[in-house]
């Protein structure tokens, strides 16, 4: 499909075309710096898209969507994870893998998880909002499968002018996103469990201490590209930007995850619509994310750990 098409069709009745347009009020495409960022503007009628959100604080939400009526699902990775398509969701190709049991504690293996799913979906991205489970509530863990043809942060990470290698061998190659508005790191490699041992290197770097429960906020997603596995992690330094408390008329009530870091913002309120510009998504980014000069500092002994890891 070509990617123009959906990208900049700025007609929304031919981006409704692509997404499913009875979910869909209104859409725009921002430039914000080297990045294409889609914002839209879903139906308040969208009300079980919100119910696959997991933000309660007593029980987990997935339970009551996993109990409802005719559910057609299936089961992948060794039963692990139960496979469930959604009709109720702006995108048109889209499932949930959600965990078959409830987890309390962090799962680092998890990360393993979005790669083998990424290895099984090679059309889509799989998405991770983040691997713990702070406040100690039981869950279930879930990942979003979605085609990769609504994303065009694939084309941009594959943009060797916007990366910046920071390490190479045969194994693979781990990269940053050279961009001032918001930057991310990019572990490639044919060997998932390559990729996985790379990841945990960087978590220690970015701060993760078991003995003190500390885990650094970290989302990421990972698809399959010809034969080699991408991983893009982005660490985050706050959960929600300033503008999501704000009162006044220059609120946005967009808790950003993994999907607006991947660039598409959503959001069922006119008013965040109307506030989510380049300089308002510039300041989110800029609120949320490391710099690149700051993951650059973070990851300078990442070469050394790598290579330590290599010679086991």
């Not at 900049?8 to 990045?35: E, P, R, T």
């Not at 339970?63 to 969701?89: D, H, M, W």
């Not at 290895?119 to 702070?134: A, H, L, M, T, W």
């Not at 039981?138 to 990366?163: A, C, G, T």
Request: aromatic share 12%; charged share 25%.
């Amino acid at each position: 499909m070509n990617k123009s098409s959906i990208f900049f069709a700025m007609n929304i009745k031919d981006i409704k075309i692509h997404f499913n347009s009875s979910y869909i009020d209104d859409y725009k495409l921002l430039k914000v710096g080297d990045f294409d960022i889609q914002i839209i503007l879903v139906s308040k009628s969208l009300e079980n898209m919100q119910r696959l959100k997991l933000q309660s604080n007593k029980d987990c939400d997935l339970c009551s969507f996993l109990s409802g009526a005719n559910i057609n699902s299936r089961f992948e990775l060794n039963q692990k994870y139960q496979i469930v398509p959604v009709t109720a969701s702006i995108f048109k190709s889209i499932i949930l893998a959600i965990d078959t049991k409830h987890h309390r504690h962090k799962d680092i293996e998890k990360v393993k998880d979005v790669l083998s799913l990424a290895r099984k979906y090679e059309n889509s991205i799989v998405f991770s909002d983040g691997v713990y489970y702070p406040d100690g509530i039981k869950r279930h863990f879930y990942l979003s499968v979605i085609n990769k043809m609504y994303f065009p942060i694939i084309e941009e990470v594959s943009d060797q002018q916007k990366l910046d290698s920071i390490f190479n061998d045969l194994n693979g190659e781990v990269l940053l996103i050279n961009n001032h508005v918001r930057s991310g790191i990019v572990i490639q490699s044919q060997n998932y469990e390559w990729i996985f041992h790379v990841y945990l290197e960087i978590e220690k770097l970015l701060g993760r201490s078991y003995s003190l429960s500390k885990y650094p906020f970290i989302n990421c997603f990972a698809y399959k590209k010809e034969k080699q596995f991408q991983l893009i992690i982005y660490p985050r330094v706050v959960h929600k930007p300033t503008q999501y408390y704000d009162t006044s008329t220059a609120q946005i009530r967009v808790v950003p995850g993994v999907i607006q870091m991947s660039g598409i913002f959503i959001t069922d309120s006119e008013l965040s619509f109307k506030n989510l510009n380049i300089d308002s998504i510039k300041s989110v980014y800029e609120q949320i994310s490391y710099s690149f000069t700051n993951l650059k500092e973070v990851l300078k002994p990442l070469k050394q750990k790598i290579l330590n890891i290599e010679s086991l």
